[in-house]
């Protein structure tokens, strides 16, 4: 489901947001190289889960409804928190909409229409992927001496499994009542 983007060069951090830290500047490239991608797939699969939320039909309507909702807020929530970070050890973040495009490895779902079991699904690999990713990012920030944006990324880890769980878990119960 999701696709490979070529790395984006990072732009040089103006001296008006160059934010003061003990971290060289290979480091903070570093950890914003490994935390950007990272936003830029939240926002994708924000956008995505919303879609599904929108989007759904059928029998399970009210359950999924309501859990792709709690999942998007969860989403939602961890973009503010990594870019946050990311300014904090002196890096920029995300700009716009195509400098999303640029950065995401989530495929976007364009498809009229999806059936709610696809949804869940796709919605299950994708946290998966970022889960991955996550881990990565973890190691990067570990490497590079920023272990607050590393305990940031373990809960964001802990919630991206938890939804991978939940939408685990109804995915084998669909599969139970078929």
Known sequence: MQSTKPKIESHPVPTQLATRTDLSPQEV????EA???LIADAFALYVKT???HWHLYGSHFR?????FDEHADSIFESI???AERVR???GTTIRSISHIGQLQTIKDDNSSMVPAG???QILMEDNGHIAKMIRDAITVCDKNRDSATSNQLQD???KTERRKWFLYEVAQGAKNTE
């Open 80 to 82: 503010d928190i990594m």
């Open 35 to 37: 935390v950007n991608p």
């Open 63 to 67: 359950d999924y409804h309501e859990l």
């Open 88 to 90: 904090k050890v002196g």
């Open 50 to 52: 919303k879609n599904f």
């Open 118 to 120: 696809d949804m869940v």
């Open 29 to 32: 490239k570093a950890i914003t």
């Open 156 to 158: 964001i880890l802990d």
